[in-house]
């Protein structure tokens, strides 16, 4: 792997680390499972606007694969990693971005992740940098207080600033990572192109892949960006079926009950909004006495 410099290193390192391509597979629900992709982004056209964007280092998460590596392999400024999805001790399901990683890994990853034992056993022994992803959002399904118990001991990073979760859900998860001292990362989490690049995780000084994840590591790295809401997602969702047509016009058909997707953004909107403050809640009385650096009345504006 490329131990790339970069000539400007007395600013902030960029790189949005969460981010996907047409290689994250089917979309989860059920009536479109089999017709529509999680995202149509090419890989090559994410990088370059990543790039435009100012990102100084690229990756690509994507569910559950690798395939995008292929034509980005090349780049000096190009890292490996992925979004694992994996079930809890609880049973509950939880995306984990795992970075700077390797095929072997990628291999392992996906034969543990079921197993949260066995995938823990492996990222420590590799020495892996991971993070748990949008813990305050339902878009996993449901939470448990053990699975909060686990985001504060088990996971060196959390998750702070996605830019597709509402600013209330990100403000949550900063309070959960400023209470156990845990890492901040932020990417993106784009699946249509519009949003590429809204979002990242900037580490100061760092001049390379190394330096920047040891920058993240020790607690310099600083979440930048916008966060989400109801009107990108909207315009996400809109593009992915976009996507879709362009990909088989013989989905036309679905496409034309767009007029809806507008009314099922708002009713996920107002989902999201009811999870974070039942679960904000209910993590707070877990453990009233202990102190954080973000104020409460911060995350219920």
């Known amino acids: 792997m490329?131990?790339?410099?970069?000539?400007?290193?007395?600013?902030?390192?960029?790189?949005?680390?969460?981010?996907?391509?047409?290689?994250?597979?089917?979309?989860?629900?059920p009536v479109l499972r089999r017709l529509c992709r999680e995202s149509y982004n090419d890989p090559l056209a994410v990088y370059e606007k990543l790039k435009s964007a100012g990102m100084d280092l690229v990756t690509i998460t994507d569910?559950?694969?690798?395939?995008?590596?292929?034509?980005?392999?090349?780049?000096?400024?190009?890292?490996?990693?992925?979004?694992?999805?994996?079930?809890?001790?609880?049973?509950?399901?939880?995306?984990?971005?795992?970075?700077?990683?390797?095929?072997?890994?990628?291999?392992?990853?996906?034969?543990?992740?079921?197993?949260?034992?066995?995938?823990?056993?492996?990222?420590?022994?590799?020495?892996?940098?991971?993070?748990?992803n949008h813990v305050f959002s339902s878009l996993t399904g449901r939470r448990t207080l053990e699975d909060f118990a686990l985001f504060e001991h088990a996971f060196p990073a959390i998750e702070t600033r996605n830019g597709h979760m509402p600013a209330r859900n990100n403000r949550a998860a900063a309070m959960l990572a400023d209470r156990a001292a845990r890492v901040e990362v932020g990417g993106s989490d784009a699946h249509a192109m519009a949003s590429v690049g809204c979002a990242w995780t900037a580490v100061p000084g760092a001049r390379n892949r190394l330096e920047y994840f040891d920058g993240l590591r020790h607690g310099r790295g600083r979440v930048r960006g916008e966060t989400g809401g109801w009107y990108k997602l909207t315009r996400e969702v809109l593009a992915i079926g976009c996507g879709m047509v362009r990909d088989d016009?013989?989905?036309?058909?679905?496409?034309?009950?767009?007029?809806?997707?507008?009314?099922?953004?708002?009713?996920?909107?107002?989902?999201?909004?009811?999870?974070?403050?039942?679960?904000?809640?209910r993590y707070l009385r877990s453990d009233p006495g202990r102190s954080c650096f973000t104020r409460i009345d911060e995350v219920r504006a």
């Open 249 to 281: 016009p013989r989905t036309l058909p679905i496409a034309a009950l767009a007029f809806l997707v507008p009314v099922i953004t708002l009713g996920n909107y107002v989902a999201e909004n009811i999870f974070v403050h039942y679960w904000l809640a």
């Open 2 to 29: 490329s131990l790339y410099c970069f000539p400007r290193y007395n600013r902030h390192m960029r790189c949005d680390l969460h981010v996907h391509t047409r290689h994250s597979g089917m979309c989860t629900m």
């Open 63 to 132: 569910h559950d694969s690798i395939d995008a590596v292929e034509p980005l392999r090349s780049r000096p400024d190009f890292f490996l990693s992925e979004e694992v999805t994996c079930t809890l001790p609880s049973g509950t399901e939880l995306h984990i971005g795992v970075y700077d990683i390797t095929e072997r890994d990628h291999i392992e990853l996906q034969r543990r992740r079921r197993d949260f034992d066995s995938l823990f056993a492996w990222l420590i022994d590799s020495s892996l940098f991971f993070s748990a």
